[in-house]
C-alpha cells in the first residue's frame, strides 16, 4: 500500500483524460495515474476520437496496463455527428 492506505477514502478513480495512454509524452493525467495506483484502482478514460483523423477505428478498447491503470479507449465518432444534412 502506498501513502493513503490510512485515509477513509473512496478507492475507485475515474479519469478522463484529454490525452491518449499511450502517447510517447506523458501528461501529468497519466504520470499522476501511474502513482495513484498503489492505493486507488485507476479508470483513465481517453478522449472520444473523429473516424477522420484514421487513428482509430470503430472498435474500442479496455485493458489493464503494466502499471496497473485500466484504460478505456471509447469507439470513434462520425464526423459531424447528426449535422450531416441529407
Known amino acids: 500500500m502506498g501513502p493513503y492506505k490510512n485515509y ?22 497519466q504520470q499522476i495515474a501511474s502513482r495513484l495506483t498503489d492505493d486507488f484502482r485507476v479508470l483513465y478514460v481517453e478522449p472520444l476520437a473523429s473516424l477522420a483523423n484514421g487513428k482509430r477505428g470503430y472498435q474500442h478498447r479496455f485493458w489493464r496496463d503494466a502499471c496497473g491503470v485500466h484504460v478505456l479507449r471509447p469507439p470513434g465518432a462520425v464526423p459531424f455527428g447528426q449535422k450531416i444534412s441529407q
Request: a negative charge.
Open 8 to 29: 477513509a477514502l473512496p478507492r475507485d478513480i475515474i479519469m478522463v483524460s484529454t490525452a491518449d495512454w499511450d502517447e510517447p509524452l506523458w501528461t501529468n493525467k
